[in-house]
């Protein structure tokens, strides 16, 4: 479908640009932006709040490296490891 928008001068040259450098066409890019525009917001316009459930206090457990996978893969199948 054909339609009118209006641009800033300057932002119309970056498009362009951007277009020009990726090799696509002024219409991809205002539809790819318009499509990540989109598929970013909420309903309600408010980004929702994320609430972690944690259990104990104190921090890691003596001996736990985050950045060592199969020795925490390792901890969490031990037989004492809490379910």
């Known amino acids: 479908m054909a339609t009118t928008i209006q641009l800033e001068d300057k932002l119309l040259a970056d498009a362009e ?3 020009a450098e990726s090799g696509k066409s002024l219409t991809e890019i205002v539809e790819e932006a318009l499509r990540q525009t989109l598929a ?3 309903p309600n316009g408010q ?3 994320v609430k972690l459930k ?3 206090s104190g921090g890691l457990q003596p001996g736990v490296d985050l950045n060592d ?3 925490l893969l390792d901890l969490m199948d031990a ?5």
Do not use: E, L
Request: proline share 5%; aromatic share 4%; net charge positive.
């Open 17 to 19: 640009a951007f277009a």
């Open 40 to 42: 970013g917001r909420r």
């Open 47 to 49: 980004k929702s709040a």
């Open 54 to 56: 944690t259990h104990g």
């Open 69 to 71: 996978t199969a020795a």
């Open 79 to 83: 037989p004492h490891a809490a379910s």
